[in-house]
């Protein structure tokens, strides 16, 4: 599964960007899915998730509310809308897949495949 994200950008503090996260593999509709992000000196560290069905999600508690991930299978493609942005949101954000499983994962070794990441900046 090769993933590509895009959408990233800078905006300042309250505004939305929203980030889409395209996959090349048929399979797609069986996949787990999920938005991390990594900020300078920090691990990475899950966002949102999504089951391959979009029926179960589940959110970092400091995005829930703010954020939304949303799939279409028939475009392969993932989405996480972005809303209410802080600085704080500041980081690369990446998209993985996991083929396969019963949940949504938080934790990055659960996903076998990544995409290429995308800065997201957010200004005071």
């Known amino acids: 599964v090769q993933l590509q994200a895009s959408g990233g950008g800078s905006v300042q503090a309250g505004g939305s960007l929203r980030l889409s996260c395209a996959a090349s593999?048929?399979?797609?509709?069986?996949?787990?899915m999920a938005w991390f992000r990594q900020a300078p000196g920090l691990e990475r560290e899950f966002v949102a998730g999504?089951?391959?069905?979009?029926?179960?999600?589940d959110y970092a508690d400091s995005v829930k509310g703010r954020f939304t991930i949303s799939r279409d299978n028939a475009r392969s493609t993932v989405f996480l809308q972005m809303n209410s942005l802080k600085p704080e949101d500041t980081a690369v954000y990446y998209c993985a897949a996991r083929l396969g499983g019963t949940l949504v994962y938080r934790t990055a070794r659960y996903y076998g495949y990544w995409g290429q990441g995308t800065q997201v900046t957010v200004s005071s």
């Open positions: 999504i089951m391959w069905s979009g029926g179960t999600t």
């Open positions: 593999e048929r399979t797609f509709s069986r996949t787990g």
